[in-house]
């Protein structure tokens, strides 16, 4: 299943600027693809509704950021949208906790947020590992997420762990053949040992 993400930067939260609502709603006119917003922000509970009125089907939030988490994902609930957190390279697991049963989705940041191309940080599949067995242990709904480094060498480790949503940016928007990458990408999530193989968001 293919899904456009949107990594939407302050300046503040993290030390770049990027695009806003006025690019994503200039998205949701022209695709009927699901639109995710990746809030990288300070206080995202002041915009995450416009986000959703703009055309975002999933809202991710950082759990370093939000100063009300529950506040905020009883909001995005209540507007129908796929409700994600985000955990930065050093937040540990603990910090969402109380937010499993919560939520959609759980992201695991895979580089320090902020600038794209960036190296995958070698062993955060582990902590990816140890999300998948609480989750289980827990018995909840939730998907795993990863972002930052994903392409063809990094994909294997992190779907073997127990992601199933790839958030991938040079190793697709990098090359002159886009729905190649594509390819090449879905073809190295698949071949990973596993459970659940084939069913890789990219």
Do not use: W
Request: hydrophobic residues 45%; aromatic residues 4%; proline residues 6%.
């Amino acid at each position: 299943m293919d899904v456009l993400h949107f990594d939407i930067m302050d300046g503040c939260f993290v030390p770049n600027l990027s695009m806003g609502i006025p690019v994503l709603r200039c998205i949701r006119r022209i695709t009927s693809l699901p639109l995710e917003a990746h809030l990288m922000i300070s206080t995202p509970e002041r915009f995450a509704a416009e986000f959703v009125e703009a055309g975002a089907n999933t809202v991710y939030f950082h759990v370093e950021a939000a100063k009300r988490p529950f506040s905020l994902v009883s909001q995005l609930r209540e507007l129908g949208v796929r409700v994600g957190v985000a955990l930065n390279p050093a937040t540990p697991l603990c910090s969402i906790e109380e937010l499993l049963e919560r939520v959609d989705v759980v992201l695991v940041m895979t580089v320090e947020p902020g600038f794209g191309g960036q190296r995958f940080l070698s062993g955060i599949e582990d902590k990816v590992r140890r999300l998948r067995d609480k989750i289980a242990k827990e018995g909840v709904n939730v998907e795993i997420a990863v972002d930052g480094g994903i392409n063809p060498s990094t994909a294997p480790a992190v779907v073997k762990a127990g992601a199933r949503i790839l958030i991938a940016g040079s190793a697709i928007f990098g090359k002159k053949d886009l729905k190649e990458a594509v390819r090449q990408l879905r073809l190295a999530a698949e071949s990973a040992p596993g459970p659940c193989l084939g069913d890789q968001k990219l």
